[in-house]
Structure formats: C-alpha cells, structure tokens
C-alpha cells in the first residue's frame, strides 16, 4: 500500500509500533540506518517484532540506497518543518512517507530533496516541539490509507444508505 520510511530511528518501541502498523495496513517498513539500537533488541520485540512474519521490513545502509530501492515513489516528508498540513496532501497507493529520527528529525540533505509542497507538517499547539515518532506515522498513515479507502482491508465499504432484510427485499434507510 504505502512506503514508511524511518530515517535512523533511535528508540525501539517506536520501531516496533511501526512494524506492527505495517503489518495492519499493508504497508512496507523501510529503515535508513544506522538505527539507534539492534533490531532484534527486547524493547523493539515487545512492542512489534512478533508481527514479523506479518510485515515487509526492509533495512538500508543510507537515504540514497533507500531512494533507489523505493524505484521511483513518490516522496512525502512529514516534520515539524513542513509546508503543509499532512491531512491536505492527496495520497496515491506506492507514495513513501519519510520521518526523521526522534532526537534530530530529517537533516537537510534530505528535506532538499523533497519539493515544499510534499514536505508535510501535523499541526500542534504553539510551544510543543513535536509528537512521539509512533504516533506521527500512525496519523499520516491511516489518513493516506483512507483516502485510498481503506483498500486491502477487508473492512466493508460504506453503506449506501439502504439495507437488506433478512427475505434479501431491500430497505432506504
């Protein structure tokens, strides 16, 4: 579905919670290392390495090769930098979505890269530096996965506003 890109992410919960947010929504996990810590670290397996099996997590030695690997993705950055509200972006299914790490966000050798109007910001209280790495991706995320409804889910679609009764006659509501 989606391409969530976390660039040298330092803290295992919020690794773990991303993989398990990959596993739920169908999206690929790509970390630019070095990463702050070993994958296989107890933190990181508590909190999402026992969705595995169920999600595509794929580690990459820099940006570049991860740039590469993404083979031609649309781009999105979200920081506290960014030009625009993540919720205003018109997300496509393949479209990666790029987080910086916790402590130092995105350097600018990557935001130079991204054109302003995909460089994606979620607004906040004046004061407050910024929401937990975790948090930030799961926003984004299921707001680029609704737009795209839901597809792959397995929800049921919207109603249409009637429904069937149990003799399969159908009722307006």
């Known amino acids: 579905m989606?391409?969530?890109v976390l660039f040298q992410p330092e803290i295992p919960p919020n690794t773990g919670n991303a993989i398990r947010l990959c596993a739920n929504t169908g999206s690929v996990l790509h970390l630019v290392k070095p990463l702050g810590f070993d994958l296989y670290?107890?933190?990181a397996r508590r909190a999402g390495l026992d969705y595995d099996d169920l999600a595509t997590v794929r580690q990459h030695q820099g940006f570049d090769a991860c740039v590469e690997?993404?083979?031609g993705a649309r781009l999105f950055t979200v920081e506290t930098s960014g030009t625009r509200v993540y919720s205003d972006a018109a997300f496509q299914p393949g479209d990666a979505l790029i987080f910086g790490s916790e402590r130092r966000g995105l350097p600018a050798k990557v935001l130079d890269l991204i054109p302003a109007e995909r460089q994606l910001t979620i607004p906040m209280r004046a004061?407050?530096?910024?929401l937990n790495l975790s948090n930030a991706v799961a926003l984004v995320v299921y707001e680029?996965?609704?737009q795209n409804g839901f597809?792959?889910?397995g929800a049921q679609p919207p109603?249409?506003?009637a429904s069937e009764l149990p003799n399969g006659?159908?009722?307006?509501s």
Do not use: D, P
């Not at 004061?127 to 910024?130: A, K, L, P, T």
């Not at 006659?169 to 307006?172: I, N, P, R, V, Y």
């Open 41 to 43: 670290h107890k933190n």
């Open 69 to 71: 690997a993404l083979n």
């Open 169 to 172: 006659t159908a009722t307006a």
């Open 151 to 153: 597809q792959h889910s």
């Open 127 to 130: 004061g407050n530096r910024s």
């Open 159 to 161: 109603s249409t506003g």
């Open 144 to 146: 680029a996965w609704r």
């Open 2 to 4: 989606f391409h969530i």
